[in-house]
Every structure is written in C-alpha cells, then in structure tokens.
T-cell receptor, first 113, second 113 residues
Framework: AQTVTQSQPEMSVQEAETVTLSCTYDTSESDYYLFWYKQPPSRQMILVIRQEAYKQQNATENRFSVNFQKAAKSFSLKISDSQLGDAAMYFCAYTGANSKLTFGKGITLSVRP | KAGVTQTPRYLIKTRGQQVTLSCSPISGHRSVSWYQQTPGQGLQFLFEYFSETQRNKGNFPGRFSGRQFSNSRSEMNVSTLELGDSALYLC????????????FGAGSRLTVL
C-alpha cells in the first residue's frame, strides 16, 4: 500500500521569506502523481501544485515549486516570498493506478507579519 | 465555471440516525470521490464513483454507502450514526482519466450527538 509521510506538524515563516515543507512517500508503482493541497481555515481544499512521476523537471506554479527526488521518494514544497494568505494547512498527496488520493497528515503553516 | 457543490454545509444528527450528503461535480466531470476528514485520522478515502459505478472503495464499514446518478451528481449515506462519524466530509470531482486532478467542494460538516 502507498503511504505519505509529513513529519513536521507545524512550521512558521516570516512574511516575504522562503519556507520548505517536507514530504516523503512510499510506493512500488512506477507511474503516479504527487500533489500539494492547501486547506485554509475556510476548509476548502485547493490544489497548489502537481508533479507527474515520469517528468524529471520539477513543477513550478508562480511562488510555489517542488523538489521531486524520485529515487529518494521525496517531494518537498518550496514557497517563496511568503504572504499572509499562505497561512493554511498543507497536505501532500499521492495517486497511482487506482486513482484514489492518499494524503499525509498535513502541516500547519503560519506566516508572521 | 461552477465548482463542486456540497449540501448541506452543516448538519447535526443524533446517534442511530442516518444522513445523506449530496455532491454536484463540475460540469463535464464524471468522477466523484468522497473523503472523510477528522482531527485524529486525517483525510481518509471513502469511495469513488465513475459513470454511475463504484470504481474504488476505502476501508469503511458497510454503514457508509454512496451512489452516482446519470448526471454525475453523487450522494453518500451513513446509516446508524455513531459519535465517531462526526467529521468533515469532502467531495471531489475529476475527469476520471489520466492524473484525475481533483477539485474539492467546501465540505459537509457532520456532528453526531
């Protein structure tokens, strides 16, 4: 079975600084996708970024980028120029052949003004 | 383009009762998935429907059931409610193909007394 591990329950970053959220996963599949979702206090889960396992190039979406290390099964999210609106819970997630999402426990990110 | 709509947003039930939650996916999406979110267990996959057929099922007791209609709208039902069923129930829709990137609804917050 696939597992997703987010070992840091909380992190804090100063506004305008950069922060990296860690995620590791375990799978025996060769074809899969990885995601980072953001869940603000409003509870609406929002897709931040996705990475296809077969792509070597790391995905980037504006201030958000990932460091995908397939051999190490690591998938970290870097948030540059942090903004107050980035404060939320962030979930790392995996999907493979069965199309269901397996989520990590999540990490609460706070942004200090 | 309308998002994923879940109703009701909040509801309170008592033990032993049953509840039905509704989810209207994004127009054109044929896949609907349901997730349960609790502070203790995190996000757990309930089931996925695609073209009115259950394609995947998580590890939940038979009290949890669902269905999908020809217009892709989905309902999930929980019978004989228990206190532990108190949770945020999230619905997500996707194309059902490829990465099947999911778009989530705002959730239905169920409290069981």
């Amino acid at each position: 079975a696939q597992t997703v591990t987010q070992s840091q329950p909380e992190m804090s970053v100063q506004e305008a600084e950069t922060v990296t959220l860690s995620c590791t996963y375990d799978t025996s599949e060769s074809d899969y996708y990885l995601f980072w979702y953001k869940q603000p206090p409003s509870r609406q889960m929002i897709l931040v970024i996705r990475q296809e396992a077969y792509k070597q190039q790391n995905a980037t979406e504006n201030r958000f980028s990932v460091n995908f290390q397939k051999a190490a099964k690591s998938f970290s999210l870097k948030i540059s120029d942090s903004q107050l609106g980035d404060a939320a819970m962030y979930f790392c997630a995996y999907t493979g052949a069965n199309s269901k999402l397996t989520f990590g426990k999540g990490i609460t990110l706070s942004v200090r003004p | 383009k309308a998002g994923v709509t879940q109703t009701p947003r909040y509801l309170i039930k008592t033990r032993g009762q049953q509840v039905t939650l509704s989810c209207s996916p994004i127009s054109g999406h044929r896949s609907v998935s349901w997730y349960q979110q609790t502070p203790g267990q995190g996000l757990q996959f309930l089931f996925e429907y695609f073209s009115e057929t259950q394609r995947n099922k998580g590890n939940f007791p038979g009290r949890f059931s669902g269905r999908q209609f020809s217009n892709s709208r989905s309902e999930m039902n929980v019978s004989t409610l228990e206190l532990g069923d108190s949770a945020l129930y999230l619905c997500a829709s996707g194309t059902g193909a490829g990465a099947n990137v999911l778009t989530f609804g705002a959730g239905s917050r169920l409290t069981v007394l």
